[in-house]
């Protein structure tokens, strides 16, 4: 199948769903070459968009550069049929994979004109696309086809996520009312915000620091030594080089605790990543010392043990929870916090129901 290639001078840059004003900028556009508004608006854009070309019942003819470039996909592996490669197996997203479906049901109907989609490349690496969608006949045929042009959003929806993320962590800090909410929300909350495996160390008075991992308290000395090495560190301002976590150090010397994520793979820090970890960490430990002042200041050291076995028993919860529904530590957590709020129960006593009782939080 030919297209027509139009470059940035032979037309003006079409707004978005505008397309007869194409028509009314090149009024002989249909008679001269036959190709209709939806294509030309297409090739527009073709240049620097993944761009895939559909049968009405969903089979894929054409794939540009773009597309491959995009997600590792080449036409010569083609023709596909749903369910295309790119989407998510049960086994990694059940629900964006029932998107995929639903969506490409309506775009191939004419009901759905576009939308955010999870795809996969060729690696398994997650790819989020925005999608449009456009219904036109072939320019030399007359068969319909549905015409799928698509933008790589991942870092935008990512910084997205990552802002809201850090509001509801910040959030959760200031409304916690017990250290057991606080340790939680700090090492669930600032391992998904960053995406790595976070873990939090504790000073309790002249003893030896603990360290909070996975719901579990450790000796530092049984920790990794990559993950010692981070929690002992200084902040980093380099945004150069690739590094293996992130260390996030309230800026005050009376501070008891801090945090290390260490990222799956090393990686490049940005700017406002080190600012929202630097918030944060500020926001951590003003948490910290409000919960543990509110508790009798003259008790601290026992309230900091209280809360090292009560944190334990929020990681049994978060574990047996995680098997049940085959969910992330995070979203586990999250379930706990829910109903520790919604009840107004203390978040310990909700764990020790799950962990007790085998109760859902939901039914607390």
Not at 40 to 68: C, D, I, K, Y
Not at 200 to 208: A, D, F, S, Y
């Amino acid at each position: 199948m030919t297209m027509r290639q139009a470059t940035d001078d032979d037309l003006p840059e079409p707004r978005i769903g505008d397309q007869t004003s194409l028509v009314d900028a090149h009024p002989n556009l249909q008679e001269d070459t036959g190709v209709n508004v939806a294509w030309f608006w297409v090739m527009s854009r073709v240049m620097r968009e993944g761009l895939l070309v559909l049968t009405r019942g969903g089979t894929v003819v054409e794939a540009n550069q773009s597309f491959t470039d995009m997600v590792g996909y080449d036409l010569a592996d083609g023709p596909w049929q749903p369910p295309y490669p790119w989407w998510p197996t049960e086994a990694e997203d059940a629900t964006a994979r029932a998107r995929n479906e639903s969506f490409l049901a309506e775009a191939l109907s004419g009901t759905k004109t576009g939308g955010e989609l999870l795809f996969f490349t060729t690696e398994r690496k997650k790819v989020w696309v925005e999608i449009d969608v456009f219904h036109a006949a072939h320019p030399q045929t007359g068969e319909a086809r549905v015409l799928a042009l698509m933008r790589d959003v991942t870092r935008e929806r990512d910084a997205r996520q990552r802002r809201a993320w850090a509001a509801q962590i910040s959030t959760d800090l200031v409304a916690a009312a017990d250290i057991d909410t606080v340790l939680g929300v700090a090492e669930h909350g600032f391992g998904v915000l960053f995406d790595g495996g976070s873990t939090v160390q504790l000073n309790i008075g002249e003893e030896q620091p603990v360290a909070l991992r996975d719901g579990t308290v450790v000796d530092l000395a049984d920790l990794p030594e990559s993950i010692r090495e981070g929690l002992v560190g200084v902040r980093n301002a380099d945004a150069t080089h690739a590094r293996p976590g992130i260390l996030l150090v309230p800026n005050s010397a009376k501070s008891v605790c801090r945090v290390w994520v260490q990222f799956p793979r090393p990686r490049r820090i940005r700017p406002d990543e080190m600012i929202v970890a630097d918030l944060l960490a500020q926001a951590f430990a003003l948490a910290v010392d409000r919960v543990l002042a509110e508790q009798m200041s003259a008790h601290r050291e026992a309230n900091l043990g209280q809360a090292i076995e009560s944190h334990r028993l929020v990681g049994q919860a978060v574990g047996i929870l995680v098997e049940r529904y085959r969910i992330g530590t995070a979203a586990a957590f999250e379930r706990l916090r829910q109903a520790s709020q919604n009840r107004n129960i203390k978040l310990r006593e909700v764990a020790r129901r799950v962990v007790e009782q085998g109760i859902d939080p939901e039914s607390i």
